[in-house]
């Protein structure tokens, strides 16, 4: 095989189906402790109108072929060659109906990319979305080849007791030499990308699930042994989400068996292999001391996302890489609703579009922009994106908008009904939501084609006389490449308040197909206040003039939760960017008398929601801000951030710590449920705001919080705060978070380096190379990259340091990861792509070390496309 990777872009429009397709595939693991053998038998059939001479193509990456057969026979070595580095080419002629048998061997021990067969922690086990199965045996790894598989593994008993695979276990038993082996038989056709397989000393435990037709499912958990006190809450979210999914969509389980495994090194969060799903640890294993709320939320719709994926998925799967988003988009869109329905919907909302404006609109305003159905790709890897999760989930969510919860569950009916057991397209699925309707859904595949986030202007007027209400609203989106976008096709839900609050007319929503579209409202009694884009209603940027008189109005007001909240967040980020601007010009900063008065108002409300309540007190994020200023400024930014919280805090401080002890929980007795989680919430972002104070007594309050703490929740939030502020009580607390919990829990460590890399102190560099070359540092753990080197670049005003430290810094790792894990180094050097966007130090410096990435010898090409996308 050819050294060099050659960088190869694939494009979405040279899709053809193969002229052979493999109908069964049958495998032999032979696992050893130094090497493991693969044998494969794959049952091929060449396709009705293929031509007979046809030669027939297989994947194969890094593989050591040792032997290669035809129905029984040897192949010469004339009869085949790699045409490409990863592409092996049988000549034809061939049979109509063959079967082809394979021999190679494979290092899991020394796969450091985590993708095919490999060894985590004492773990062997397989990842393969997206194009990881070539890197386990000779495959047409590609998701339209749809195969039913059948697996044997061997291995040593002692060191490997568990051995898994999709499906059923057919059989099992001893063997000489202290070895076993188990078969499986999965009876669902499935793309490769789906297969698993994983051989271990593994912990679990077992439930089972009775479907309403009243099968009876065996569901197990695996850990290391450790750890399998921490599945409980993953086993109850999984049952949660499979009644869930027949309550909803109608969609029950379909093997007899669920199993879920949880390893230490993983590139993503979860997989969705078939009945074998395969978590990071961190996406499953919870408990009170090592895992916060909102790690217990996110474990619950993760195990609900990876279980959804049977149907949306698996079943009816992708035709292509570049359909992924249907069902990516399609999945966090069913997990979204699950958790919605399982703990607060506006909360849930709330956290859903922050993701989105903190994290996909920088994506889709930035040289890595591209649509939620992508046109090419060099690595699959890089493109699961938030893009095409995120986005690709409220474009799902604009089709429930529209056409209302029954339409599509119709959709969804006749999309299972047409597409079950193929591989289909985000056109396909578009289809089946327009049938099922009777409605013309085709200008809709503009948010398939097109990426940019659309602006929205919303202009309203009023005639008293006639009593007419006129909404003029008007859409722009700048493509990446320049140009205009041609409109979209969206929703737009609106309210309209009555001066007492309460609503004049029923919500509407109203369908925006057009740039300019008017929309008149004929019989409205007096002047609404509009609640515009209640909820969200469309992964738009809304503009539309208003005071800060009506922004209080709409947070004491509207009805719509999220668009309560929305009003508090418009208020703090004008107070803040105006605070910047005079960072800037060297004027001096402003407190907005009315905004301390509104967050004054929400603080003294005990009658809301306290989860809803802790939110409306929360700033923006940084990205989120940054998003809005026209170039980034991190230190005018940070510090206009920081001096607003300093000064709310300083004009509320009583209240504050008032508020702070009234939701202090009882030490002797753990709660969590949805009442416990809003008092801490709250409490902690009381302590949020103190701690910007920074003064003795309230860092004594955290370090009081961070030594007595009964949940990990509690002690993030006080060890967060005091990384801040460096000194006495922060050096304490952290040494504590290190003894207590840290030291011996993988999970807890990353937590801990997380806190200290996102702290922004004037060490924070330093800081960071400090943990770096801690002891139990790893770099060949993502999990622990991760939250070093992505907390750090979070770190706005010191990653972003004007002197090019910090990215220098980071590249330095980049380069380091790249050698053994590309997509996870491809991953954080994303973070340097946004370089447009900066003043012009710091998009020097970010080019620069873009530059040095694209002009070093031997980077992967999953690396290197990022290079190259955001220099181009
Ligand atoms: N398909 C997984 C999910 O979103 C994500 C994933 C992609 C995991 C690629 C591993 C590798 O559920
Ligand atoms: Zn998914």
Same mark, same amino acid.
């Given at each position: 095989?050819?050294?060099?990777?050659?960088?190869?872009?694939? &494009?979405?429009?040279?899709?053809?189906?193969?002229?052979?397709?493999?109908?069964? +595939?049958?495998?032999?693991?032979?696992?050893?402790?130094?090497?493991?053998?693969?044998?494969? $038998?794959?049952?091929?059939?060449?396709?009705?109108?293929?031509?007979?001479?046809?030669?027939?193509?297989?994947?194969?990456?890094?593989?050591?072929?040792?032997?290669?057969?035809?129905?029984?026979?040897?192949?010469?070595? $004339?009869?085949?060659?790699?045409?490409?580095?990863?592409? %092996?080419?049988?000549?034809?002629?061939?049979?109509?109906?063959?079967?082809?048998?394979?021999?190679?061997?494979?290092?899991?021990?020394?796969?450091?990319?985590? $993708?095919?067969? #490999?060894?985590?922690?004492?773990? #062997?086990?397989?990842?393969?979305?997206?194009?990881?199965?070539?890197?386990?045996?000779?495959?047409?790894?590609?998701?339209?080849?749809?195969?039913?598989?059948?697996?044997?593994?061997?291995?040593?008993?002692?060191?490997?007791?568990?051995? %898994?695979?999709?499906?059923?276990?057919?059989?099992?038993?001893?063997?000489?030499?202290?070895?076993?082996?188990?078969?499986?038989?999965?009876?669902?056709?499935?793309?490769?990308?789906?297969?698993?397989?994983?051989?271990?000393?593994?912990?679990?435990?077992?439930?089972?699930?009775?479907?309403?037709?009243?099968?009876?499912?065996?569901?197990?958990?695996?850990?290391?042994?450790?750890?399998?006190?921490?599945?409980?809450?993953?086993?109850?979210?999984?049952?949660?989400?499979?009644?869930?999914?027949?309550?909803?969509?109608?969609?029950?389980?379909?093997?007899?068996?669920?199993?879920?495994?949880?390893?230490?090194?993983?590139?993503?969060?979860?997989?969705?292999?078939?009945?074998?799903?395969?978590?990071?640890?961190?996406?499953?294993?919870?408990?009170?001391?090592?895992?916060?709320?909102?790690?217990?939320?996110?474990?619950?719709?993760?195990?609900?996302?990876?279980?959804?994926?049977?149907?949306?998925?698996?079943? +009816?799967?992708?035709?292509?890489?570049?359909?992924?988003?249907?069902?990516?988009?399609?999945? +966090?869109?069913?997990?979204?609703? &699950?958790?919605?329905?399982?703990?607060?919907?506006?909360?849930?909302?709330?956290?859903?579009?922050?993701?989105?404006?903190?994290?996909?609109?920088?994506?889709?305003?930035?040289?890595?922009?591209?649509?939620?159905?992508?046109?090419?790709?060099?690595?699959?890897?890089?493109?699961?994106?938030?893009?095409?999760?995120?986005?690709?989930?409220?474009?799902?969510?604009?089709?429930?908008?529209?056409?209302?919860?029954?339409?599509?569950?119709?959709?969804?009916?006749?999309?299972?009904?047409?597409?079950?057991?193929?591989?289909?397209?985000?056109?396909?699925?578009?289809?089946?939501?327009?049938?099922?309707?009777?409605?013309?859904?085709?200008?809709?595949?503009?948010?398939?084609?097109?990426?940019?986030?659309?602006?929205?202007?919303?202009?309203?007027?009023?005639?008293?006389?006639?009593?007419?209400?006129?909404?003029?609203?008007?859409?722009?989106?700048?493509?990446?490449?320049?140009?205009?976008?041609?409109?979209?096709?969206?929703?737009?839900?609106?309210?309209?308040?009555?001066?007492?609050?309460?609503?004049?007319?029923?919500?509407?929503?109203?369908?925006?197909?057009?740039?300019?579209?008017?929309?008149?409202?004929?019989?409205?009694? $007096?002047?609404?206040?509009?609640?515009?884009?209640?909820?969200?209603?469309?992964?738009?940027? %809304?503009?539309?003039?208003?005071?800060?008189?009506?922004?209080?109005?709409?947070?004491?007001?509207?009805?719509?939760?999220?668009?309560?909240?929305?009003?508090?967040?418009?208020?703090?980020?004008?107070?803040?960017?105006?605070?910047?601007?005079?960072?800037?010009?060297?004027?001096?900063?402003?407190?907005?008398?009315?905004? +301390?008065?509104?967050?004054?108002?929400?603080?003294?409300?005990?009658?809301?929601?306290?989860?809803?309540?802790?939110?409306?007190?929360?700033?923006?994020?940084?990205?989120?801000?940054?998003?809005?200023?026209?170039?980034?400024?991190?230190?005018?930014?940070?510090?206009?951030?920081?001096?607003?919280?300093?000064?709310?805090?300083?004009?509320?401080?009583?209240?504050?710590?008032?508020?702070?002890?009234?939701?202090?929980?009882?030490?002797?007795?753990?709660?969590?449920?949805?009442?416990?989680?809003?008092?801490?919430?709250?409490?902690?972002?009381?302590?949020?705001?103190?701690?910007?104070?920074?003064?003795?007594?309230?860092?004594?309050?955290?370090?009081?919080?961070?030594?007595?703490?009964?949940?990990?929740?509690?002690?993030?939030?006080?060890?967060?705060?005091?990384?801040?502020?460096?000194?006495?009580?922060?050096?304490?607390?952290?040494?504590? &978070?290190?003894?207590?919990?840290?030291?011996?829990?993988?999970?807890?460590?990353?937590?801990?380096?997380?806190?200290?890399?996102?702290?922004?102190?004037?060490?924070?560099?330093?800081?960071?190379?400090?943990?770096?070359?801690?002891?139990?540092?790893?770099?060949?753990?993502?999990?622990?990259?991760?939250?070093?080197?992505?907390?750090?670049?979070?770190?706005?005003?010191?990653?972003?340091?004007?002197?090019?430290?910090?990215?220098?810094?980071?590249?330095?790792?980049?380069?380091?990861?790249?050698?053994?894990?590309?997509?996870?180094?491809?991953?954080?050097?994303?973070?340097?792509?946004?370089?447009?966007?900066?003043?012009?130090?710091?998009?020097?410096?970010?080019?620069?070390?873009?530059?040095?990435?694209?002009?070093?010898?031997?980077?992967?090409?999953?690396?290197?496309?990022?290079?190259?996308?955001?220099?181009?």
């Amino acid at each position: 095989m050819a050294e060099k990777k050659a960088l190869k872009e694939k &494009f979405r429009r040279d899709y053809t189906p193969t002229n052979y397709f493999v109908e069964q +595939v049958n495998l032999l693991f032979q696992v050893f402790e130094d090497c493991t053998k693969v044998s494969s $038998s794959l049952k091929v059939k060449r396709r009705d109108g293929a031509p007979e001479n046809a030669p027939f193509q297989l994947d194969g990456e890094g593989l050591t072929l040792q032997s290669l057969s035809i129905d029984g026979e040897t192949l010469p070595p $004339s009869r085949y060659s790699w045409v490409e580095e990863d592409l %092996l080419e049988i000549s034809g002629p061939l049979p109509s109906s063959f079967v082809l048998q394979s021999l190679v061997t494979t290092k899991p021990e020394e796969n450091t990319q985590l $993708s095919g067969l #490999y060894k985590s922690s004492s773990i #062997y086990c397989t990842q393969c979305e997206a194009e990881g199965f070539r890197r386990i045996t000779l495959m047409q790894d590609r998701p339209d080849i749809m195969a039913t598989y059948e697996v044997r593994i061997e291995a040593d008993k002692e060191s490997c007791p568990v051995l %898994l695979s999709n499906g059923n276990m057919t059989e099992n038993g001893d063997l000489e030499n202290g070895r076993h082996f188990a078969t499986y038989n999965d009876p669902f056709p499935k793309p490769s990308y789906l297969f698993a397989m994983v051989a271990g000393d593994l912990g679990f435990i077992r439930d089972t699930f009775v479907t309403r037709s009243e099968k009876v499912v065996a569901l197990n958990m695996y850990s290391e042994h450790n750890n399998v006190k921490k599945l409980y809450h993953a086993m109850d979210s999984l049952k949660k989400a499979m009644r869930w999914d027949e309550e909803t969509f109608g969609l029950e389980y379909d093997l007899d068996i669920f199993n879920v495994v949880a390893v230490n090194d993983f590139n993503m969060g979860a997989m969705e292999n078939k009945s074998l799903n395969i978590f990071n640890t961190s996406c499953v294993l919870a408990s009170p001391e090592t895992a916060t709320d909102a790690d217990y939320e996110r474990i619950q719709g993760i195990i609900a996302h990876e279980y959804f994926h049977n149907w949306t998925g698996n079943r +009816v799967t992708c035709r292509d890489w570049f359909q992924l988003t249907l069902k990516e988009g399609l999945t +966090v869109f069913r997990d979204q609703q &699950f958790s919605m329905d399982m703990t607060s919907a506006a909360v849930k909302r709330i956290e859903d579009v922050n993701v989105v404006r903190s994290m996909q609109f920088p994506e889709d305003n930035g040289p890595m922009a591209h649509p939620i159905r992508p046109e090419s790709y060099i690595a699959m890897d890089n493109f699961y994106t938030v893009t095409v999760y995120r986005k690709g989930a409220e474009v799902i969510r604009m089709y429930h908008t529209l056409l209302g919860k029954e339409g599509f569950r119709k959709g969804m009916d006749l999309y299972f009904q047409r597409h079950d057991g193929s591989a289909v397209t985000c056109d396909d699925f578009r289809r089946a939501m327009a049938d099922a309707n009777g409605v013309d859904l085709t200008q809709f595949e503009r948010w398939y084609l097109q990426a940019g986030t659309p602006v929205v202007r919303c202009e309203a007027k009023y005639d008293v006389e006639a009593k007419r209400l006129s909404l003029l609203l008007k859409q722009s989106c700048r493509t990446p490449q320049g140009g205009d976008a041609l409109p979209f096709h969206m929703p737009i839900r609106v309210g309209f308040l009555a001066q007492d609050g309460s609503e004049l007319l029923p919500e509407r929503v109203l369908e925006l197909k057009e740039a300019s579209q008017e929309f008149v409202i004929e019989n409205v009694n $007096s002047k609404p206040v509009l609640s515009l884009l209640r909820g969200f209603s469309a992964p738009i940027k %809304l503009e539309y003039e208003r005071d800060d008189e009506e922004l209080a109005f709409l947070m004491a007001h509207d009805k719509d939760s999220f668009n309560r909240w929305e009003a508090g967040q418009l208020m703090f980020s004008r107070t803040i960017h105006a605070n910047a601007k005079a960072m800037q010009a060297g004027q001096a900063m402003q407190l907005n008398a009315k905004l +301390v008065d509104a967050v004054r108002r929400t603080l003294l409300d005990t009658s809301l929601d306290k989860s809803l309540q802790a939110y409306a007190l929360t700033l923006p994020n940084l990205q989120n801000l940054a998003e809005s200023m026209e170039i980034v400024d991190p230190d005018a930014l940070v510090d206009a951030y920081k001096f607003t919280k300093k000064e709310i805090a300083r004009s509320l401080r009583d209240h504050l710590l008032k508020t702070y002890e009234a939701n202090l929980l009882p030490e002797d007795s753990f709660r969590n449920d949805a009442e416990a989680i809003g008092m801490r919430r709250l409490k902690n972002v009381c302590l949020g705001y103190l701690a910007a104070l920074g003064d003795k007594e309230v860092l004594d309050v955290c370090l009081k919080q961070a030594l007595t703490a009964n949940c990990m929740t509690d002690l993030v939030a006080a060890a967060s705060c005091l990384a801040a502020n460096p000194g006495e009580q922060s050096d304490k607390a952290l040494e504590h &978070f290190y003894q207590q919990h840290a030291k011996d829990d993988n999970l807890v460590f990353c937590k801990w380096i997380a806190i200290q890399a996102a702290a922004c102190t004037d060490q924070a560099l330093e800081i960071v190379d400090k943990l770096f070359k801690h002891p139990s540092f790893t770099i060949k753990n993502p999990n622990i990259c991760r939250s070093l080197f992505i907390s750090f670049a979070g770190n706005m005003k010191h990653f972003h340091r004007a002197d090019g430290s910090g990215h220098r810094w980071l590249t330095d790792r980049i380069l380091e990861l790249d050698k053994l894990n590309p997509q996870t180094a491809a991953k954080i050097l994303t973070k340097l792509a946004g370089y447009k966007r900066f003043d012009a130090p710091r998009q020097a410096s970010m080019k620069a070390q873009l530059e040095r990435v694209r002009n070093t010898e031997g980077v992967s090409k999953d690396t290197m496309e990022i290079a190259i996308r955001a220099l181009a």
